[in-house]
């Protein structure tokens, strides 16, 4: 939403904070705060509605919170009704648009939570029959955010969002490691050179080559799922700084069971309330674990780039479905788009790493007042690197093929093919071989057959790719 373009009626409401009067357009759910809010932070131009996850984790915990009050008898059931029902509206996608702050502010995250409080609070005064603004009947601060403060309701907003997007983004990966997993089967007896250090190694399949992409890649998914299980712990009860001043003492377990009973997850709360609210620690772990995955899938970007490099002058042991003209003024170049895309998203998520890794080690006393670009970079990166996944599955590997006789002809013209040979002709004479192969510009394999060293039946029996692509039994010498 952009509510500079907003049609509006022109009629407005009078709002009243610590600095006065302020004029709100009647359409807004929000209020004063988020008005000065969004005067005050023109920073990333990101609000928080573009990211769905969060808006909803912020109605969850004022839901959990209305609940418990009024388990408590601190919150009328007709209140409680109302302030339930418009976070239930928000969770199911309505309402979204009014969650206007910008992701990166100064405070906290108090901008964030006003927001949130405001359109509760004025959603429900609606529900109730009142207008909007009458917050004598229904009050953000009051009412919606009773029992809390922006230091214990944000950061468990943040902690419900990034447990419900994990999941979407390991279901992105594991999409993604299928994809490797057919190309690894369809794959299966296309022989190549493997490479060390750029230089040729030893033969291999290329459904090998794919296939470790699979596995490398299915590590991140219990990486992901154990580091992401930091953020079940929670700090509702703490208010301001974790002593819990202005909470009731049974208020923290009620609350919590609410957000259990809401998100259907196994939400704890924290051991030592003062710790919680002033240490950032567990998303150094959880975004370690996001650039990770984004820096494997840059490293296997990078190989995509080089096996379909060419067509004529690179290894074009593979292609890469053509997306787009490859360039302005050279025709018939077709650009490797979709990897280099790829990489760049995980150079985002490493510097976004670097970003949450200073936030944190920034925090000062009782809290960390730099946790909204901590929030803002994670959830950018998650956000991305879904993005990414699905756009490298879908239109890049899903459609790769195999160049197979370019690939065989490099096997059997490569130095590297007399490293099979070792086992049977000795490391002396493999290397003599492999020297002269190289002098005289010659194959190994039309080497051995010129110098009488085997026959052909035994040297094509050897060089089959299935005795040169894994381990196999040796007679003694």
Known sequence: MDITKEKLSGKTRTEHDLLGNKEVPVEYYFGVQTMRAIENFHISRVRLNMFPAFVN??????????????????????????????????????????????MV????????????????????????????????????????????????????????????????LIDTLKKLVESFKKKS????DVIKMGRTQMQDAVPMTLGQ??????????????????????????????????????????YTPICIKHLQQITGMPIVAAGNMIEATNDTGAFIMYS??????????????????????????????INLPPMQPGSSIMPGKVNPVI????????????????????????????????????????????????????????????GITANKDRCRDLVYHSIGLV??????????????????????NKGIYNLVLEKGIMSKEELDKILLPENMVKPRKFIKK
């Open 57 to 102: 984790g912020l109605a969850i915990v004022k839901q959990a919170a209305a609940e418990a009050n009024c388990e408590l008898g601190l919150l009328k059931p007709e209140i409680k009704d109302a302030i339930v029902n418009a976070c239930k509206e928000i969770t199911s996608g309505k309402l979204h648009d009014q969650f206007v702050v910008d």
């Open 419 to 440: 490293t099979a040979l070792n086992p049977y002709i000795g490391y002396e004479v493999s290397t003599e071989l492999a020297k002269e192969a190289l002098e005289q």
């Open 185 to 188: 089967v369809e794959f299966a």
């Open 288 to 317: 370690a674990a996001v650039k990770r995955l984004g820096v494997k899938l840059s490293k296997i970007s990078n190989d995509l780039r080089l096996l379909s490099s060419g067509p004529r002058t690179g290894f074009h042991e």
């Open 339 to 398: 990897p280099e895309v790829v990489s760049q998203v995980a150079f985002k998520v490493v510097g976004n790493d670097m970003t949450v890794t200073m936030a944190v080690e920034a925090a000062q006393l009782e809290l960390n007042a730099m946790e909204p670009i901590i929030v803002h970079c994670m959830f950018e990166s998650v956000e991305m690197l879904i993005n990414g996944m699905n756009t490298l599955r879908e239109r890049c590997i899903d």
């Open 105 to 168: 502010q100064g405070g906290a995250g108090t901008s964030t939570n006003m927001n949130a409080n405001e359109v509760i609070a004025n959603r429900a005064l609606e529900l109730l029959g009142h207008q909007k603004g009458e917050y004598k009947y229904c009050s953000p601060n009051n009412h919606v955010n009773m029992s809390q403060s922006t230091n214990d309701a944000y950061p468990t907003a943040v902690r419900i969002a990034l447990l419900y997007r994990t999941r979407d």
């Open 209 to 250: 080559e794919f296939g470790a992409y699979a596995a490398t890649l299915s590590e991140e998914i219990d990486r992901l799922e154990n580091n992401v299980k930091l953020f079940l712990e929670v700090n509702m009860g703490a208010t301001a700084i974790g002593t819990g001043i202005n909470s009731d003492p049974d």
